[in-house]
Protein backbone atom coordinates (compact mmCIF):
# COMPACT_ATOMS: atom_id res chain seq x y z
CA UNK A 1 0.00 0.00 0.00
CA UNK A 2 1.31 3.10 -0.80
CA UNK A 3 1.55 6.32 1.75
CA UNK A 4 1.54 9.77 -0.48
CA UNK A 5 4.52 8.20 -2.32
CA UNK A 6 5.98 5.77 0.60
CA UNK A 7 6.52 2.21 -0.20
CA UNK A 8 5.83 0.67 3.52
CA UNK A 9 3.80 -2.54 3.64
CA UNK A 10 1.25 -2.45 5.88
CA UNK A 11 -0.48 -5.66 7.38
CA UNK A 12 -3.99 -5.53 6.27
CA UNK A 13 -5.18 -7.56 8.91
CA UNK A 14 -4.43 -5.17 11.45
CA UNK A 15 -7.39 -3.39 11.97
CA UNK A 16 -9.62 -1.27 15.09
CA UNK A 17 -12.05 -3.47 14.23
CA UNK A 18 -10.17 -6.82 15.72
CA UNK A 19 -8.05 -4.89 18.16
CA UNK A 20 -9.44 -6.34 21.09
CA UNK A 21 -6.29 -5.29 24.25
CA UNK A 22 -7.83 -2.01 25.32
CA UNK A 23 -11.14 -0.71 24.98
CA UNK A 24 -10.28 2.68 26.13
CA UNK A 25 -7.38 2.94 24.03
CA UNK A 26 -9.74 1.99 21.51
CA UNK A 27 -12.86 4.33 21.97
CA UNK A 28 -10.13 7.10 22.16
CA UNK A 29 -8.91 6.27 18.73
CA UNK A 30 -12.03 6.37 17.53
CA UNK A 31 -12.70 9.79 18.60
CA UNK A 32 -9.85 11.01 16.21
CA UNK A 33 -12.02 10.51 13.07
CA UNK A 34 -14.92 11.63 14.55
CA UNK A 35 -13.47 15.37 15.90
CA UNK A 36 -12.33 18.55 14.45
CA UNK A 37 -9.30 19.32 17.47
CA UNK A 38 -6.25 17.04 16.73
CA UNK A 39 -4.87 14.64 19.52
CA UNK A 40 -1.38 13.35 20.42
CA UNK A 41 -0.88 9.66 22.32
CA UNK A 42 1.61 7.61 23.19
CA UNK A 43 1.07 4.03 23.66
CA UNK A 44 4.15 2.02 25.86
CA UNK A 45 3.94 -2.06 26.41
CA UNK A 46 6.11 -5.11 26.00
CA UNK A 47 6.61 -7.20 22.30
CA UNK A 48 3.38 -8.42 21.38
CA UNK A 49 0.88 -6.45 23.20
CA UNK A 50 -0.67 -4.82 20.32
CA UNK A 51 1.13 -1.61 19.25
CA UNK A 52 1.91 -2.40 16.43
CA UNK A 53 -1.95 -3.40 15.39
CA UNK A 54 -3.50 -0.50 16.83
CA UNK A 55 -1.01 2.06 14.95
CA UNK A 56 -1.33 0.37 11.66
CA UNK A 57 -5.16 0.07 11.93
CA UNK A 58 -5.41 3.92 12.94
CA UNK A 59 -3.57 4.49 9.50
CA UNK A 60 -5.30 1.65 7.78
CA UNK A 61 -8.75 3.37 9.02
CA UNK A 62 -7.51 6.97 7.41
CA UNK A 63 -6.54 5.65 4.40
CA UNK A 64 -9.95 4.10 4.24
CA UNK A 65 -12.06 7.25 4.95
CA UNK A 66 -9.92 9.23 1.98
CA UNK A 67 -7.73 10.84 4.76
CA UNK A 68 -3.74 10.68 4.16
CA UNK A 69 -1.80 9.04 6.61
CA UNK A 70 1.55 7.84 7.64
CA UNK A 71 2.95 4.60 9.71
CA UNK A 72 6.38 4.68 10.12
CA UNK A 73 9.10 2.55 12.14
CA UNK A 74 11.16 4.38 14.20
CA UNK A 75 13.59 1.26 13.69
CA UNK A 76 14.37 2.09 10.09
CA UNK A 77 15.63 5.49 8.34
CA UNK A 78 13.45 8.42 8.76
CA UNK A 79 12.50 10.43 5.18
CA UNK A 80 13.59 13.72 5.86
CA UNK A 81 11.59 15.28 3.01
CA UNK A 82 8.10 14.24 5.34
CA UNK A 83 8.25 17.65 6.43
CA UNK A 84 7.53 19.54 3.07
CA UNK A 85 3.78 17.55 3.11
CA UNK A 86 3.36 17.11 6.47
CA UNK A 87 0.27 19.54 6.54
CA UNK A 88 -0.88 17.21 4.14
CA UNK A 89 -1.73 14.47 6.68
CA UNK A 90 -4.48 13.91 8.70
CA UNK A 91 -3.15 11.04 11.13
CA UNK A 92 1.09 9.87 11.30
CA UNK A 93 1.60 6.41 13.35
CA UNK A 94 5.64 6.43 14.81
CA UNK A 95 6.29 2.57 15.75
CA UNK A 96 9.17 1.24 17.95
CA UNK A 97 10.24 4.87 19.11
CA UNK A 98 12.60 2.82 21.83
CA UNK A 99 14.54 1.41 18.49
CA UNK A 100 15.15 4.79 16.74
CA UNK A 101 18.78 5.43 16.25
CA UNK A 102 21.00 8.30 17.49
CA UNK A 103 21.25 9.98 14.27
CA UNK A 104 17.18 9.88 13.30
CA UNK A 105 16.50 11.79 16.41
CA UNK A 106 16.60 14.76 15.51
CA UNK A 107 14.69 14.35 12.10
CA UNK A 108 11.72 12.28 14.27
CA UNK A 109 11.24 16.02 17.12
CA UNK A 110 11.36 18.04 14.34
CA UNK A 111 8.56 15.97 12.26
CA UNK A 112 6.48 15.12 15.76
CA UNK A 113 6.26 19.29 16.14
CA UNK A 114 5.75 20.31 12.34
CA UNK A 115 2.54 17.52 12.73
CA UNK A 116 1.96 19.02 15.98
CA UNK A 117 1.99 21.95 14.81
CA UNK A 118 0.19 21.35 11.53
CA UNK A 119 -2.95 20.04 13.57
CA UNK A 120 -2.14 16.25 12.81
CA UNK A 121 -3.17 13.27 14.59
CA UNK A 122 -0.03 11.74 16.05
CA UNK A 123 0.46 8.00 17.55
CA UNK A 124 3.23 6.83 18.79
CA UNK A 125 4.34 3.48 20.54
CA UNK A 126 7.78 2.47 22.51
CA UNK A 127 8.25 -0.05 25.13
CA UNK A 128 8.04 1.83 28.26
CA UNK A 129 6.81 5.49 29.40
CA UNK A 130 8.42 8.30 28.13
CA UNK A 131 10.87 9.46 30.74
CA UNK A 132 12.65 5.95 30.44
CA UNK A 133 13.27 6.17 27.37
CA UNK A 134 17.05 6.16 25.96
CA UNK A 135 16.05 9.21 23.66
CA UNK A 136 17.07 13.06 23.58
CA UNK A 137 15.64 14.41 26.34
CA UNK A 138 13.56 16.76 24.07
CA UNK A 139 11.47 13.77 23.11
CA UNK A 140 11.22 12.64 26.40
CA UNK A 141 9.54 15.84 27.44
CA UNK A 142 7.29 16.08 24.52
CA UNK A 143 5.93 12.29 24.42
CA UNK A 144 5.33 13.08 28.15
CA UNK A 145 2.78 15.62 27.28
CA UNK A 146 1.18 13.17 25.74
CA UNK A 147 -2.03 11.58 26.41
CA UNK A 148 -0.06 8.13 27.59
CA UNK A 149 -1.62 4.39 27.23
CA UNK A 150 -0.38 1.17 28.68
CA UNK A 151 -0.84 -1.57 26.92
CA UNK A 152 -0.91 -5.15 29.20
CA UNK A 153 0.50 -8.15 27.73
CA UNK A 154 -2.55 -10.39 26.38
CA UNK A 155 -3.42 -13.26 27.88
CA UNK A 156 -4.07 -16.48 26.21
CA UNK A 157 -7.90 -16.04 25.67
CA UNK A 158 -7.46 -12.77 24.14
CA UNK A 159 -4.12 -13.85 22.54
CA UNK A 160 -6.65 -16.68 20.48
CA UNK A 161 -9.31 -14.22 19.97
CA UNK A 162 -6.62 -11.69 18.30
CA UNK A 163 -5.33 -14.93 16.04
CA UNK A 164 -8.44 -16.18 15.31
CA UNK A 165 -9.63 -12.67 13.67
CA UNK A 166 -6.47 -12.73 11.57
CA UNK A 167 -6.91 -16.67 10.71
CA UNK A 168 -10.78 -15.60 9.56
CA UNK A 169 -9.42 -12.90 7.37
CA UNK A 170 -7.61 -15.54 5.36
CA UNK A 171 -10.52 -18.02 5.28
CA UNK A 172 -8.50 -20.37 7.77
CA UNK A 173 -10.04 -22.29 10.31
CA UNK A 174 -7.94 -23.51 13.10
CA UNK A 175 -8.65 -25.96 16.03
CA UNK A 176 -8.02 -24.29 19.53
CA UNK A 177 -5.34 -27.43 20.42
CA UNK A 178 -3.16 -26.08 17.73
CA UNK A 179 -2.66 -22.77 19.42
CA UNK A 180 -2.21 -24.37 23.14
CA UNK A 181 0.25 -26.62 21.54
CA UNK A 182 2.05 -23.52 19.89
CA UNK A 183 1.64 -21.48 23.05
CA UNK A 184 3.61 -24.60 25.70
CA UNK A 185 6.49 -25.38 22.33
CA UNK A 186 6.52 -22.15 20.27
CA UNK A 187 6.09 -19.01 22.39
CA UNK A 188 2.80 -16.57 23.72
CA UNK A 189 4.71 -13.69 22.10
CA UNK A 190 1.82 -12.56 19.74
CA UNK A 191 3.91 -11.61 17.06
CA UNK A 192 6.36 -14.57 16.82
CA UNK A 193 3.22 -16.84 16.72
CA UNK A 194 1.18 -14.96 13.65
CA UNK A 195 4.46 -15.26 12.10
CA UNK A 196 4.96 -19.06 12.72
CA UNK A 197 1.40 -19.11 11.55
CA UNK A 198 2.05 -17.59 8.54
CA UNK A 199 4.59 -20.09 7.89
CA UNK A 200 2.69 -22.96 8.79
CA UNK A 201 -0.16 -21.36 6.31
CA UNK A 202 2.26 -21.78 3.40
CA UNK A 203 3.49 -25.35 4.15
CA UNK A 204 -0.17 -26.20 4.49
CA UNK A 205 -1.02 -24.54 1.07
CA UNK A 206 2.21 -26.18 -0.77
CA UNK A 207 1.63 -30.04 0.91
CA UNK A 208 -2.40 -29.45 0.64
CA UNK A 209 -2.11 -30.76 4.59
CA UNK A 210 -4.64 -29.04 7.49
CA UNK A 211 -2.74 -27.24 10.16
CA UNK A 212 -2.85 -29.84 13.20
CA UNK A 213 -0.71 -29.98 15.92
CA UNK A 214 1.27 -33.74 13.91
CA UNK A 215 1.26 -31.30 10.94
CA UNK A 216 3.12 -28.11 13.41
CA UNK A 217 5.20 -30.57 15.06
CA UNK A 218 6.54 -31.85 12.16
CA UNK A 219 7.10 -28.95 10.34
CA UNK A 220 8.94 -27.11 13.21
CA UNK A 221 10.62 -30.60 14.27
CA UNK A 222 9.50 -30.51 17.21
CA UNK A 223 9.04 -34.69 17.52
CA UNK A 224 9.90 -35.36 20.84
CA UNK A 225 6.98 -32.46 22.41
Known amino acids: MNQLGLPISLNSSMLLENFVANEELLRLINQLFLNQKSSELYIYGASGSGKTHVLQGAVLKSLADDKNALYIDCSDSLPEHLVEFI ?19 EIFFDLFNRARQSKVNILVSGDSLPVELRVMKDIKTRL ?13 ELT ?3 IDSQMIERNLKIDSKVYKY ?38 LNLNNQ
Do not use: C, G, W, Y
Open 87 to 105: DQISLISFDNVHLIAKENE
Open 182 to 219: LFKNVSRDLKLLLSTLDDLDKASLQSKKPISIPFVREF
Open 144 to 156: SLTAVFKLEELND
Open 160 to 162: VMV
